[in-house]
């Protein structure tokens, strides 16, 4: 018979049949009279049953069906009689493709540690809630573009090797091919990163937005998807040093439009999962009310995860400004508990995670996008305001996660925009294509970025970045 995969062959119900599956082995128990092995095959977080019967499988293929071993299994689809599975098959033959050796296979049918499992990243997709967590990742991924596409928005690739460090904050990783025996060196005996990349200094990218900006003023609405790199030496559970970001870049469209935009594509997705990923997520919330349980009472979550998601649905999000925002933490009255330390002393600062919480959490208990930020804290590209002192900026804060997204209306009056580049020190001369925009044709656009892995903490439950990326780049990992 064809092979067919586990989540086919579990949906369909249909007996009597004989079928092929393979797959990677997760337990065997059993012996007398039957052996039952539950085999998954990374479609499904259900695994199907597999019946050997020692009479007709030999006992040398047994013995070498232990956890983590590839198999391929023939056999009869039969109405299962254990409860939460319809099918299971009853084995007439098995091949054993790989043996895993039960004393060296690092993943036992146990419960590891998260940190356990980072060690064992190359093999920690075999497991349950790391499989479930990367087919949603899958699908947010496919959410996103299906949004955009349907909006009529065009998927650009921008590059990842570049002389523009878009954000201005100076967490560049140089690229180079230096020949390592023949170092460039300039006349006082330094590094000479100047011809780092043929003859120029270059970056990994931090963020395609400028390239973004270039392309929405043709193409009118156009987003981004790719890898960007940030050499922040932040060891947190929302940084990464390699993460991903969807980057929409809109002409036309102003700060309000950008907020209305941002909030939507956010909704859309969220139901995506809701409504594509059940079995992965139910497993997920599962696993995340059992982690709630092991906390302290005041950390504990109000709600479960699907309930999280389903709220993210129903309400609105509340936009405020940054000048309201630091009047609600001023007057909210500081937490004798320590919990909220979120007395803020003056307007101008950036908000710490704990204001943020606060507003989040315990204020307005619901996302808040804040809008307005004071401009010393911002980019150069933002749109100055009237006021002289704040910029057309938005970020949009999520429980539990903090800022998900961060945005702005930008600067597209030339004589604004090279005001405040030479306020901050940014030379024209290497932005001098970005700037041709301003001069020819410009028009208001805005757009804003989407930490990828940051959404997909907040629709997983999980309480880590590293665990909701694949393989994760961060100061202590870059071996594979
Ligand atoms: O706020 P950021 O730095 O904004 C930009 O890069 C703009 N160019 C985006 C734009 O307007 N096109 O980053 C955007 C988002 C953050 O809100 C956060 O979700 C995520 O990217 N992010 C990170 N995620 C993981 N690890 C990091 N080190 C991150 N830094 C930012
Ligand atoms: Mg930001």
Not at 155 to 164: D, E, G, K, M, R
Not at 277 to 285: G, I, Q, R, S, V
Not at 304 to 315: K, P
């Amino acid at each position: 018979p064809a092979r067919i995969k586990i989540n086919k062959l579990l949906s369909s119900e249909a007996t009597e049949q004989q079928a092929n599956v393979k797959g990677w082995v997760r337990t065997k128990r059993g012996g007398k009279p039957v052996f039952f092995i539950a085999l998954n095959d990374g479609s499904t977080i259900n695994n199907i049953q597999i019946v050997a019967d020692p009479e007709v499988i030999s006992e040398n293929i047994i013995k070498d069906i232990t956890t983590g071993a590839a198999i391929s299994v023939v056999g009869k689809v039969v109405a299962s009689q254990g409860a939460g599975q319809s099918v299971e098959i009853l084995a007439e033959n098995i091949e054993v493709l790989g043996k895993a050796d039960p004393e060296k296979y690092p993943l036992q049918p146990k419960k590891h540690s998260m940190e356990f499992m980072r060690e064992k990243a190359h093999l920690r997709m075999r497991s349950s809630t790391f499989s479930a967590v990367f087919r949603i990742r899958h699908s947010l991924a496919f959410a996103i573009h299906q949004f955009f596409h349907e909006k009529g928005f065009y998927n650009l690739h921008t590059p990842i090797i570049t002389a523009n460090d878009a954000e201005g904050a100076g967490e560049t990783f140089h690229v180079t091919n230096f020949d390592l025996d023949k170092i460039p060196m300039t006349d006082d005996g330094k590094v000479d990163y100047k011809q780092d990349f043929f003859g120029k200094e270059t970056n990994l990218t931090v963020s395609g937005q400028l390239e973004g900006e270039l392309s929405a003023m043709a193409l009118g609405e156009i987003y981004t998807f790719g890898p960007t790199f940030r050499a922040e030496n932040s060891n947190t559970t929302r940084h990464l040093a390699e993460f991903w970001m969807v980057e929409p870049e809109m002409a036309f469209y102003d700060l309000n439009d950008n907020m209305n935009l941002a909030e939507e594509m956010l909704k859309y997705v969220v139901k995506y999962a809701l409504e594509n990923c059940k079995e992965d997520l139910d497993f997920l919330a599962n696993r995340a009310d059992e982690e709630d349980k092991q906390k302290p009472q005041n950390e504990r979550q109000e709600m479960g995860l699907l309930e999280r998601l389903q709220f993210i649905l129903e309400n609105d999000f509340e936009k405020v400004s940054y000048t309201e925002a630091i009047e609600i933490l001023r007057n909210s009255k500081p937490n004798k508990k320590k919990k909220f330390n979120y007395i803020i002393e003056s307007w101008g600062a950036d908000l710490q995670s704990e204001h943020e919480r606060f507003l989040v959490e315990k204020h307005f208990k619901k996302p808040v996008i804040l809008f307005d930020y004071p401009k010393d804290i911002k980019a150069f590209y933002m749109r100055q305001n009237d006021d002289d002192k704040t910029v057309g900026a938005m970020d949009i804060l999520f429980p539990g996660i903090g800022e998900i997204v961060g945005g702005s209306q930008r600067e597209e009056r030339l004589e604004k925009l090279t005001q405040r580049m030479r306020e901050m020190d940014i030379p024209e001369d290497e932005l001098w294509w970005y700037l041709d925009t301003r001069k020819f044709g410009t028009a208001p656009h805005s757009g804003f970025g989407l930490g990828f892995e940051r959404l997909m903490l907040f629709v997983t439950g999980m309480g880590n970045i590293r665990d909701v990326i694949p393989f994760p780049r961060t100061p202590d990992n870059a071996d594979f």
